[in-house]
């Protein structure tokens, strides 16, 4: 990153954020992802008011705007796919971070040739749509871990995680008669859900979410439950085998699993978190070069 004593000329990032929330990953990964540019040497700012105080994720302000516009900065408007449009308007560099398929929850399923397109997963890019990927990690390994966990050997709890799946009218298979609901409907804080997990000695899930990221990483295996709704949303899905994940529910199966799961933190810390950086590296490297590319005098 080059420096400047007398000129501001890396265009600052607007995220459009909303209130923070626990409850919702994508949320949770536009105030990450402000977050981290900010550690990165980058000038970002969400467009709401609910902050938390350990990210550093400052709220975007008309005096902030004012300052960014008579300065001649371009700046680069960062939108969920749920968002349609450009509601900021400032000017400069639009760019869509595909959260989910476009689409599928709200916004638009188009978009105009010249936004920039990323994607948090590849299975989020349509058939014929071309982006790259940013993918922000939301599990926090201070709280999602096994370490020195004094259930380990003694777990003793099943849960499963349904939540859209009963939301678009499935309904419970016997896998999970007596099992403990992890859905969001318990209104159970991180720390709440890493203590169950962590005692926890299997969880089913009946839909892609960052719960089974985090359920590895407090070393509770993953039975995934492929119902129509997993196959509509995951097509094509594949996963790291021996990392504490399986697609069926034998015993013999769900005993690899358990066999495996403490080679997912590895493969987290050591693949997920350095591609991540890598990713925003390079989200950084385009967005700056396509704002340079449309520059104005101060």
């Given at each position: 990153m080059t420096r400047n004593f007398y000129l501001a000329d890396h265009a600052p990032y607007y995220i459009f954020a909303m209130d923070y929330i626990q409850q919702s990953a994508g949320i949770r990964a536009l105030h990450y992802l402000c977050h981290a540019l900010n550690e990165s040497g980058q000038e970002a700012y969400v467009t709401c008011e609910g902050t938390v105080p350990h990210l550093r994720t400052p709220v975007l302000t008309e005096a902030v705007l004012r300052q960014h516009h008579a300065s001649g900065r371009v700046p680069i408007m960062v939108y969920p796919e749920i968002i349609s449009g450009d509601p900021?308007?400032?000017?400069?560099?639009?760019?869509?971070?595909?959260?989910?398929?476009?689409?599928?929850?709200?916004?638009?399923?188009?978009f105009p040739k010249e936004d920039l397109i990323f994607a948090y997963d590849p299975i989020y890019l349509p058939p014929g749509m071309k982006g790259e990927m940013l993918h922000i990690p939301t599990c926090d390994l201070s709280i999602f871990n096994n370490d020195n966990n004094p259930n380990d050997d003694k777990r003793d709890l099943v849960c499963f995680y349904a939540h859209k799946y009963l939301h678009n009218g499935g309904t419970l298979t016997e896998h999970v008669k007596g099992a403990v609901s992890l859905c969001k409907d318990q209104k159970l804080t991180h720390h709440e859900i890493a203590a169950i997990l962590r005692r926890s000695r299997l969880l089913y899930v009946y839909e892609p979410t960052v719960m089974i990221a985090e359920a590895l990483l407090c070393g509770c295996p993953i039975s995934v439950i492929e119902t129509d709704y997993w196959r509509q949303n995951m097509p094509n899905y594949s996963y790291i085998k021996d990392t504490g994940l399986v697609m069926a529910d034998s015993a013999e199966s769900l005993e690899l699993a358990k066999a495996n799961i403490h080679h997912y933190r590895t493969y987290h810390e050591n693949v997920v978190l350095k591609n991540a950086?890598?990713?925003?590296?390079?989200?950084?490297?385009?967005?700056?070069?396509?704002?340079?590319?449309?520059?104005?005098p101060y």
């Open positions: 900021l308007g400032a000017g400069g560099v639009v760019v869509r971070w595909l959260l989910n398929r476009p689409g599928h929850i709200g916004g638009d399923a188009t950086w890598e990713q925003l590296d390079h989200f950084i490297e385009v967005t700056q070069n396509a704002a340079k590319s449309r520059s104005r």
